[in-house]
């Protein structure tokens, strides 16, 4: 009497324990494999439950469901593992990658050509010099309003000059007056004085009038001293 209950508790078992790996379709059903699948090209391959020779699309296998249902299954939480080798966890982006044709990388990344590095914009040349700062504007230069006021102070120098050899003269007899625009006699040196002061009023004037712009630009004082 034992003996057959034995039996009898056998035959009941045999399927589950055959029935080691679920296979869930994205269709909604579950498959009892006696393993996990295998692949090969755009198939997976297993045996089912009664010890039959299966294949199906890896397309229609949903991996997230199938590992879910194994993982509760053994009650771990995580898939069978292979004894020799950790099997490979295939989601479903990488199952339709296979069915494009794709390789995948042993880390589950579709493999690609590296990217063609991109090219410089500017080859370097040996031994070229950086380029030069620009220069800044000829107004903010010292030498800038030396120039403008330096002819203007020469003139003005050598009319001071005159005037005083001018008004040298007045002091002197009639006949010796000196007259700085002409030998000509009888030109009355007072004429020239006041020529040369008007000449020397002018180029004041115009002196002032660049130091004046020069401050309306922000110039410092000592540039135009």
């Not at 209950?5 to 324990?17: C, D, E, H, V």
């Not at 031994?127 to 030498?143: D, H, I, M, N």
């Not at 006021?149 to 010796?176: F, T, V």
Request: a neutral charge; aromatic letters at 4%.
């Amino acid at each position: 009497m034992r003996r057959v209950l034995f039996s009898l508790a056998a035959i009941l078992l045999l399927p589950g324990l055959l029935a080691a790996y679920t296979i869930v379709l994205k269709s909604g059903e579950r498959i009892e494999a006696q393993g996990r699948y295998t692949i090969e090209g755009n198939v997976a391959k297993f045996v089912d439950a009664g010890g039959r020779q299966r294949q199906v699309p890896l397309a229609d296998i949903d991996v997230a469901a199938t590992e879910r249902a194994n993982a509760a299954a053994a009650g771990t939480g995580t898939a069978v593992r292979s004894a020799q080798r950790k099997p490979r966890v295939w989601t479903n982006d990488e199952i339709e990658v296979l069915v494009r044709g794709q390789r995948i990388s042993e880390v589950g990344a579709t493999a690609t050509a590296p990217a063609e590095e991109a090219a410089p914009t500017e080859a370097a040349v040996e031994g070229e010099e950086a380029p030069a700062e620009p220069l800044p504007p000829k107004e903010q230069t010292p030498e800038y309003w030396q120039e403008r006021l330096k002819p203007l102070r020469e003139e003005l120098a050598k009319i001071e000059q005159e005037l005083q050899a001018s008004r040298g003269g007045q002091n002197r007899a009639a006949s010796n007056a000196i007259n700085v625009n002409t030998n000509a006699p009888g030109v009355d040196v007072r004429d020239t004085i006041a020529q040369l002061e008007r000449r020397r009023a002018e180029t004041q004037q115009k002196i002032e009038g660049i130091q004046d712009e020069a401050r309306r630009l922000g110039v410092p004082s000592g540039w135009v001293r």
